[in-house]
């Protein structure tokens, strides 16, 4: 009994019958324009100017529902009185016939709902006051209805009331139901909207690689440095000049990285994206050194001549793996490894490891997010390529990376 009750005393039961309402309302403009065929056939017998005018309406209802404005004016309504969620329309210009069906079953749900309940309400109103002296009777398209006065007028316009609720309790049910199905998106707007998803998707996590690689890098580079020039500036201030130096063109390489990415979150018109590629590595082995670390390149083969997004993957897991060795390492020389031969592109780094260091819990340590190498497989394999990490021995630890490469002649 009380779940029969309950959708006739929710809000949205209501809601749902006023957007109801306002499709009635909005086809009256309409329904001029219907008529003028039958003013020019008057002769027409009555039944047949009826039903040409409703034809006429109809199709002209239809007509507004073709127009793509029509549709995204509907949606927002929809959702805030329907309470149904409907993403907004995408333009593709595909399943346009369901506007115009949703349109034509709104006002016709619309007209009928507030010619019962409408005709309801107003005799459950009416028969309590007319019975309170005399005998009502209530008659509409030959169905009559009388009540004597006393009690039995109220039963009766309670009998009136309860059928009204539930007639608009039905409309906004209809409605809700028709709503996914006509004003949601169809097949071809859930694969566009899928692939829009997907495509953002994918560039958060590009700029999110981007970012942790990127700042990741520079934060631990500088603060390294910023401990060194600490340490000698009574003693060395030459070296601590440098050191300061070095964190200035750090962080200003950091900050265009950061300036192009939250302007792509912000859906902004960025900049051009900073790119950072092979070539830029003896910068970055140079930001190490004024870091205090002891750096070991062995550069061999063409390896300036790699270009493109593979040049720019490299240099990206170079910086990743160079970054994990300054926060995780155990002091002693950092050995880095390039190679490029005609088949494939290889890059290795080695560094020391100590108790309480390789795992970043030591004193001193640096927090550590858990992403970055995780981040690295990803990058190697949609790269098709092969990467190794873990240690090399007792006191060392090995990040090997092979990528296939195609060098520019």
Do not use: K
């Amino acid at each position: 009994m009380i779940w029969g009750i309950r959708p006739l005393l929710r809000g949205s039961t209501y809601s749902g019958m006023l957007f109801a309402y306002c499709g009635a309302l909005a086809s009256i403009p309409l329904l001029p324009f219907a008529m003028l065929p039958t003013l020019a056939w008057p002769s027409a017998p009555y039944g047949v100017q009826a039903v040409l005018t409703l034809l006429i309406w109809a199709a002209l209802i239809a007509a507004v529902g073709l127009a793509r404005t029509t549709r995204r004016a509907l949606v927002p309504f929809a959702r805030r009185l329907l309470r149904v969620p409907l993403p907004d329309p995408v333009a593709t210009g595909t399943d346009r016939w369901r506007t115009p069906l949703w349109l034509l079953l709104h006002v016709a749900l619309g007209w009928a709902g507030a010619l019962v309940s409408g005709v309801l309400v107003i005799a459950g109103l009416t028969l309590p006051v007319t019975g309170l002296r005399t005998e009502a009777e209530l008659s509409l398209f030959g169905w009559s209805v009388r009540s004597e006065p006393g009690w039995r007028s109220w039963v009766l316009a309670l009998c009136c009331l309860l059928p009204a609720a539930v007639v608009c309790a039905g409309v906004s049910y209809a409605l809700r139901w028709l709503a996914p199905r006509l004003l949601g998106p169809s097949s071809a707007e859930r694969l566009a909207l899928a692939a829009e998803r997907e495509l953002r998707l994918a560039e958060r996590n590009r700029l999110a690689h981007e970012l942790h690689d990127s700042i990741g890098h520079t934060l631990t580079a500088t603060t390294i440095q910023a401990a060194v020039a600490g340490e000698v500036l009574s003693a060395d201030p030459l070296a601590a000049r440098a050191a300061l130096r070095s964190i200035e063109e750090s962080a200003r390489a950091a900050l265009e990285d950061l300036d192009y990415v939250l302007g792509v979150l912000r859906e902004e018109a960025a900049g051009t994206a900073p790119t950072r590629t092979l070539a830029d590595l003896p910068e970055l082995l140079d930001r190490l050194r004024h870091a205090g670390a002891v750096v070991e390149p062995e550069l061999s083969g063409e390896w300036a001549q790699v270009q493109g997004t593979l040049s720019r993957a490299a240099y990206r897991i170079l910086q990743e793996g160079l970054t994990n060795a300054l926060r995780h390492g155990a002091g002693g020389p950092i050995e880095v490894r390039v190679a490029a031969a005609s088949d494939g592109l290889e890059l290795g780094v080695v560094n020391r490891t100590g108790a309480g260091t390789s795992t970043g819990r030591g004193p001193g340590a640096f927090p550590t997010s858990g992403h970055g190498l995780p981040g690295l497989a990803e990058r190697v394999r949609l790269l098709h390529g092969e990467i190794e990490a873990g240690p090399d021995g007792p006191r060392h630890w090995r990040l090997s990376v092979r990528l296939p490469v195609r060098l520019s002649a």
